[in-house]
């Protein structure tokens, strides 16, 4: 499973790489916006950091507005991937980029339906949010499911990004669905790593060995 780092933290996303295991970094407005740094400056600069899929995402909200905006945006450096709301527009601007050669990411999925939609309109990254669906009392990882069987019945080149997450079991969960990608919040990735035992174990060790003979 690849991982991406869910944050337009520079900073964080800085910290995440250098632990070796980030794939890729997803933003979307209000990510940008917390970070309160001009747009363009931002995504360059975390493009510096990460070798891997940079996803922006665009903010008109027809075709022709988010063609627009993609074709600039995916201009600012190669690792970009345009994020596209799944709209009726966004899917007719996802086929255009698609046939220019711009990757794309279809955002704000909920269910089997909108995963089907995006993959025949040629999305690379289909990010269904499984946080969100919880908060309404959804079933979130039977989406998640359901959507990595479409793509393999049907040999779609589609990835699914598991978006919206917001503890550790959300991974767990997303491991035993088969999903491709997990975009992880900085806070959340830190605490995959974290086990009392492991610390535990390590304090013991230490002490366990300070106890052996050194010549
Ligand atoms: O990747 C989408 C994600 O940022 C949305 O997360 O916590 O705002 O539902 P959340």
């Known amino acids: 499973m690849k991982f991406f780092v869910d944050t337009a933290n520079v900073n964080s996303i800085r ?9 890729g970094v997803t933003t979307n407005p209000t990510l940008i916006s917390k970070e309160g740094r001009d747009f363009k400056e ?7 950091v990460v070798d891997g899929p940079v996803s922006a995402e665009v903010v008109n909200l027809d075709a022709e507005g988010m063609v627009r905006e993609a074709r600039e945006i995916a201009s600012w450096h190669k690792n970009i991937v345009i ?19 711009i990757r794309t990411n279809i955002t704000l999925i909920f269910s089997p339906n909108q995963a089907l939609i995006a993959a025949k309109a040629g ?4 990010s269904v949010f499984v946080g ?11 989406v998640i499911r359901d959507t990595v069987d479409m793509i393999d019945t049907y ?39 974290k086990h ?14 300070a106890k052996v003979p050194k010549g």
């Open 15 to 23: 910290e995440a790489y250098s632990w070796g295991v980030v794939d």
């Open 123 to 126: 999305g690379m990254f289909l």
């Open 83 to 101: 994020k596209i709301p799944m709209t009726k527009e966004g899917m007719r601007a996802a086929k255009t980029l698609k046939a220019e050669g």
């Open 42 to 48: 931002t995504i360059v600069e975390i493009c510096s």
């Open 155 to 193: 040999g779609f080149d589609s990835e699914v990004i598991v978006a919206s997450i917001r503890h550790p079991m959300h991974l767990v969960e997303s491991m035993r669905a088969g999903a491709h990608i997990a975009t992880i919040p900085f806070a959340v990735l830190d605490q995959m790593f």
């Open 196 to 209: 009392p035992l492991t610390d535990i174990g390590i304090e013991r060790f230490l002490a366990d060995w």
């Open 132 to 142: 969100r669906l919880d908060d309404i009392g959804a079933e979130s990882m039977g």
